[in-house]
């Protein structure tokens, strides 16, 4: 038989569990108050990526953009001032196509997809 006592023991403990999830810094807590204060727009067409960031208060040397295989990551800096965003993508980018460009403190980048190659028979010598 469950005691009155002890549901409201565990209730208390799922309230407390809940306050400090609401309050911790996870990434995807991170991730949610992000796209509210710095929208980011992500597109793909004609096998281009385009990514899209209002970084207001920031200048371009207080950015730094990283293109990686099949992830793009952002991350800004002034003063005691942060931003950082990252997206893993499900193909390759061809980060040799890289262009990017800061205006009014939006940072527009355009990333070409990577072809994908097939597997290659190796003739052994």
């Known amino acids: 038989m469950v005691f009155?006592?002890?549901i409201e023991?565990?209730?208390d403990m799922w309230m407390d569990?809940?306050?400090e999830i609401e309050s911790a810094p996870h990434a995807w807590h991170?991730?949610?108050r992000r796209k509210e204060n710095s929208p980011v727009?992500?597109?793909?067409e004609n096998g281009t990526v385009t990514v899209t960031i209002e970084l207001a208060g920031f200048g371009k040397e207080d950015v730094a953009l990283e293109v990686?295989?099949?992830k793009v990551t952002v991350e800004a800096k002034q003063g005691d001032k942060e931003y950082n965003w990252s997206k893993r993508f499900d193909y390759d980018l061809d980060n040799e196509s890289v262009e990017a460009t800061m205006n009014n403190g939006i940072l527009?980048?355009?990333i070409e997809k990577k072809e994908k190659t097939s597997a290659k028979l190796v003739?052994?010598?």
């Open 41 to 44: 727009s992500v597109n793909e």
């Open 17 to 19: 569990l809940l306050g």
């Open 68 to 70: 990686g295989t099949n």
């Open 123 to 125: 003739e052994i010598k």
């Open 4 to 6: 009155r006592r002890d």
């Open 9 to 11: 023991t565990m209730m």
């Open 30 to 32: 991170q991730e949610l």
């Open 108 to 110: 527009d980048v355009a």
